[in-house]
């Protein structure tokens, strides 16, 4: 309670605000073993206070050998007694939490739960929801839309180096390894946006690599799952038309997809949707015109080392590519 | 004076390290797509492309992005690992245009007849160069040193750096017609 207070520790990317039954377990297993190794401390070094300050002998007073008698021993052998025998119900506590927690999160195992598959890439996040009627399949990045309390399936596996999923408030941390597929259960019953991050070190831009879970209603969800298994929609006058132009005759169609044309590359983020995301490069920044042209220009800039080269286009050119990029909600 | 002088090595010797730089902004000038066209050293008009590719060969990062760039952008659909498959084996002593840098450039700026497409203006300037460095690498033309990324997939070949280096035959001393050995 005392750390909740604390600002930063209840935010959108904090274990200790949890928003699902998985992270719920964990906090409480955190919170156990927290308080119960505090509690030791701050009495263990009370003690020691205590009896620094009613010293009896000093180190030359001591005679040799130790005068013993019966009624110290026996107290003695009681304070020691008891600090193991509290020792040791203690450590149980804390195993036994362990094995709650860790049994709990194991047990997840809901038949019915939503499928979303998640690839890491340097340095960025590929987003999947498989369709048995495939072109139904919906491929976004960066951000992942759920719905709240509905049990989710986190399957996915890495393009390049070791990456790990790991949303604080919404579940513990998954490692994605490449050519080894794993699955992760979890579920956000809180609506809002829950940040999360790669956890294990992928290279230069691995602080730069985080995620959005964006928890909405059923309904919500539905309705942004169908919109975005949609085609782009064509472009409506004739700036746009040349942005598109200058989309698919620039190195833009080598790395990147919008499906409804014939830009189909899959190695940098599907751009289909590209205006209904919130944020550019992974969360670097938010998704505004502007910063959309900086990136295009000189990503190298604003993220040094990621994949995106640096592009140069005419003035007339970027805006027209802008206006197009702005027309794929 | 013995310390002296030790110490006076070591930092001589230690000044000397040079770590390789990675380059992640190429600069205006070769982040433009490219464009640049050389058919052969006789040539009217324009311009030869002149990067200079030491650069890239002596970079592993560059020669680890050609790498990556290889597969990215499907030059392992035709060239497989560089063993050849539809288009023609990169790793053998074989050049049908030319096994120096600017003739690979060319080849993959330009295209070449039956199958090689053109990537004018799809890919920067300094990409190219990266791949060509990478080419190279794949029959040994590259310094030793120099080692691109660790292959993703099991590799069948030697690594690209350990490879002997194939002499394509336009470098090899031609035989002179009539010459007695």
Redesign the interface.
């Known amino acids: 309670m005392m750390l909740l207070a604390i600002p930063g520790f209840d935010g959108n990317q904090s274990s200790l605000n949890p928003v699902g039954p998985g992270a719920a377990h964990i906090e409480f297993e955190f919170s156990l073993i927290f308080w119960i190794t505090t509690a030791v401390y701050c009495l263990v070094l009370l003690l020691l206070v205590i009896s620094v300050i009613r010293k009896k002998n000093t180190l030359d007073e001591f005679p040799d050998p130790l005068p013993t008698n019966e009624a110290d021993e026996r107290r003695m052998r009681f304070s020691v007694g008891l600090a193991v025998g509290v020792t040791v119900v203690l450590l149980f506590t804390m195993l036994v939490g362990s094995f709650e927690t860790s049994h709990a999160l194991g047990s997840m195992n809901p038949e019915n739960a939503l499928t979303i598959d998640v690839y890491g890439h340097q340095w960025w996040w590929e987003v999947q929801y498989p369709n048995n009627e495939a072109y139904k399949t919906v491929v976004t990045a960066n951000e992942i839309h759920v719905p709240a309390g509905v049990p989710i399936r986190i399957h996915g596996t890495s393009r390049d180096v070791i990456h790990s999923f790991w949303a604080p408030n919404v579940q513990g941390k998954r490692d994605l390894i490449p050519g080894y597929e794993t699955e992760a259960l979890m579920q956000v019953d809180q609506p809002g946006t829950w940040r999360g991050q790669c956890a294990e070190y992928c290279g230069e831009q691995h602080a730069h690599m985080s995620f959005l879970m964006i928890t909405e209603s059923k309904e919500q969800f539905q309705h942004w799952l169908e919109k975005q298994a949609l085609s782009s929609v064509a472009p409506a006058d004739a700036k746009t038309a040349h942005g598109q132009q200058i989309f698919l005759t620039h190195a833009c169609v080598l790395c990147h997809t919008i499906r409804g044309t014939s830009a189909g590359s899959r190695v940098g983020p599907d751009l289909t949707h590209l205006a209904s995301r919130t944020t550019i490069g992974a969360g670097l920044l938010p998704n505004t015109i502007g910063n959309l042209g900086g990136w295009i220009l000189n990503a190298q800039a604003l993220k040094p080392g990621c994949r995106m080269p640096p592009n140069q286009l005419s003035g007339a050119d970027l805006q027209d590519l802008l206006a197009y990029l702005e027309t794929l909600k | 004076m013995r310390k002296i002088v030790l110490t006076a090595a070591i930092v001589l010797f230690v000044s000397a390290c040079k770590r390789e730089q990675?380059v992640?902004?190429?600069g205006?000038a070769s982040?433009?797509?490219a464009n640049g066209v050389a058919l052969n050293d006789v040539h009217a008009g324009g311009a030869v492309p002149t990067a200079n590719y030491s650069m890239f060969e002596e970079s592993a990062y560059a020669v680890g992005e050609g790498k990556r760039l290889f597969s990215?952008?499907n030059c392992t659909g035709c060239h497989a690992q560089g063993g050849g498959g539809m288009g023609p084996a990169l790793m053998d002593a074989e050049w049908i245009y030319g096994s120096r840098p600017e003739q690979i450039y060319s080849d993959i700026v330009q295209g070449r007849p039956n199958g090689m497409p053109s990537f004018a203006?799809?890919?920067?300037d300094?990409?190219v160069w990266e791949l060509v460095a990478y080419v190279r690498s794949l029959s040994g033309q590259l310094p030793a040193d120099v080692a691109p990324s660790r292959s993703?997939n099991l590799p069948v070949a030697k690594a690209e750096q350990a490879r002997q280096k194939e002499n394509p035959p336009d470098e090899r001393p031609q035989k002179v017609q009539g010459a007695k050995p």
Do not use: H, N, V
Request: proline share 12%; aromatic share 18%; glycine share 6%.
């Open positions: 990675r992640f902004d190429p205006a982040s433009q797509t990215a952008f203006g799809k890919i920067p300094y990409q993703d």
